[in-house]
């Protein structure tokens, strides 16, 4: 089994932190517990590093982030980075929205499946890390192929230091800030999300970060 990780042992017990539930009963980190704790022994057992990214548990190997460990409102799950990449045998990898490119979830909602499951976890863990080992790239849609919102497109034009930042962004984070801007129906949404942000782009900083 590989090392334990002390950080993943904390998030364990008061949660990821991104919202007011941190560290209370109703964290969802708590709702699944049980099911986090059943996977992280499966990814320990599959020789991964463990750490905390993005803060949630992430496995890699060597240095490479192979899947995360991650609980929502209804259920927990295990996504893997690259994903799109496996062959899904078992037709159990899910894409969580349309504009996910690379990454798929298996999900769960009770620690029995997982054990049931535990071979066929493996046997998708040895394969994500075949697929790292081989050096498999994920194309990716080009930058110039998404739209930018009028509104965060308004705020370049009008503030350099904001343009010269967001520029500089690596394309991972310039797409997570595209999709969140735009995905708001209403103009006045687009616009309060541009500027609860701005200061985290000209930090350098990516949606997740």
């Known amino acids: 089994m590989s090392e334990i990780n002390p950080q993943v042992d904390l998030y364990l017990t008061t949660g990821c932190g991104r919202c007011s539930l941190w560290n209370t009963p109703e964290c969802k980190v708590h709702t699944w517990q049980e099911e986090l704790k059943a996977l992280r022994t499966i990814l320990l057992d599959g020789g991964l590093t463990e750490e905390l990214k993005w803060r949630v548990p992430c496995y890699t190997f060597e240095k490479n982030n192979i899947v995360l460990l991650s609980a929502f409102n ?60 081989s050096g498999l790239k994920v194309n990716y849609k080009k930058m110039a192929e998404f739209i930018i919102p009028e509104e965060l497109q308004r705020e370049l034009d009008e503030s350099p230091d904001l343009k010269t930042a967001f520029e500089a962004l690596t394309p991972g984070r310039q797409r997570g800030y595209l999709l969140y801007f735009s995905a708001p129906k209403q103009s006045k949404t687009r616009v309060s999300r541009v500027e609860k942000y701005r200061q985290k782009i000209l930090n350098g900083k990516g949606f997740n970060d």
């Open 74 to 133: 209804d259920y927990c799950a295990l996504s893997f980075v690259k994903g799109v990449l496996l062959k899904d045998a078992n037709r159990i990898l899910i894409q969580q929205t349309e504009n996910t490119q690379a990454a798929r979830q298996i999900r769960f909602t009770n620690v029995q499946e997982i054990h049931e499951m535990e071979s066929i976890l493996k046997a998708y863990l040895d394969e994500a890390i075949e697929v790292e080992k």
